[in-house]
């Protein structure tokens, strides 16, 4: 369930960067929330203060020691390399988690999830990972719930992502629940990534190449979003794409990692967001804009969403304006 917030204060995020860390995913933290008009300090922090080795042709020297980590709003662990992962972890590594406060918010990238679930932090819980990984992380962690088909997993105060750049995902989704849709996507605008991807990794995952005939779902995605307000069905979006409902639910699956309906319920509940934040409509006149029935049905999918009402979410976030 995601949290929604207005923090006035600066929040400090540290970056725990461990033996192996990928570089790439280490900078993410840093250059997604340190392009937030200041409601963020990042600070970066191996285990003891001393520089790491990269999953690269060099290592990294950071500024913080392990105390960072008890001083932290959000924690953050990057992903590491597959072959540093195991089901324990070094004595170091269990006393730098040690340090982080109960109920501070922590977010892993990729195989990062590997290190959170050998600390216990996942046990009984959604969580997921880079997909190739999928089979050793259950072996190793078979009391996980595992979800590899999602880009990222909000589990309330604790957030696991998927391969690479979906720790970008995971991070503007901290940004959008924190701090509106208006900031996360002024921020993905600067990094210049899209403000929210659509579907999950499933759609990354090695398949057979498809028939060179086979005709895309994007320009039915790209329709479907000019008319979220009309009651839109399996056999409308079928018969725009004119493929049949079933070649029509399976290549969008194969493309989007999520069934049509899911999909639209999604978009939805995103532009049902933004309306709420940016207009002074009614719940029920916002619910016929994106297309639910009711106001009592977005209400519903709201809450399913990222777990508040409709006019909870606008007076957290209208009361910033």
Not at 65 to 80: M, Q, R, S
Not at 284 to 293: N, P, R
Request: net charge neutral; with cysteine; hydrophobic share 45%.
């Amino acid at each position: 369930m995601s949290r929604v917030k207005r923090v006035e204060r600066v929040e400090r995020v540290a970056v725990l960067a461990l033996d192996g860390v990928y570089p790439f995913e280490l900078g993410i933290p840093s250059r997604i929330f340190g392009a937030a008009d200041g409601r963020y300090e990042v600070l970066t922090c191996t285990v003891d203060g001393r520089p790491v080795r990269c999953n690269a042709d060099f290592s990294v020297t950071v500024e913080h020691g392990p105390e960072v980590l008890g001083t932290a709003d959000t924690v953050v662990i990057p992903a590491i390399d597959p072959a540093a992962v195991t089901a324990e972890l070094p004595a170091e590594v269990t006393a730098a988690l040690a340090l982080i406060r109960p109920g501070t918010r922590i977010v892993s990238i990729c195989t990062g999830a590997f290190v959170l679930a050998a600390a216990g932090l996942l046990q009984g819980r959604r969580a997921t990972t880079h997909w190739q990984l999928a089979d050793d992380f259950r072996r190793l962690f078979p009391e996980v719930l595992l979800d590899a088909d999602v880009l990222f997993v909000d589990d309330g105060t604790i957030l696991t992502s998927a391969g690479a750049a979906s720790g970008v995902d995971v991070c503007l989704h901290i940004l959008r629940n924190d701090h509106g849709s208006e900031l996360a996507n002024k921020v993905a605008r600067r990094c210049v990534v899209p403000p929210w991807r659509d579907g999950g990794q499933a759609q990354y995952i090695e398949q057979p190449v498809p028939d060179a005939a086979a005709t895309s779902t994007a320009a039915t995605r790209g329709w479907a979003l000019a008319r979220l307000g009309d009651p839109l069905t399996l056999a409308d979006l079928a018969g725009h794409a004119r493929m049949s409902l079933r070649t029509f639910a399976r290549r969008f699956n194969d493309e989007v990692g999520m069934s049509p309906g899911r999909w639209l319920i999604q978009q939805r509940v995103a532009r049902a967001r933004h309306l709420l934040e940016s207009s002074d409509l009614s719940v029920d006149q916002i619910a016929g804009e994106v297309g639910f029935a009711t106001g009592t049905s977005l209400r519903q999918h709201l809450h399913a969403a990222i777990g508040v009402s409709p006019g909870a979410y606008r007076r957290t976030f209208q009361a910033a304006r």
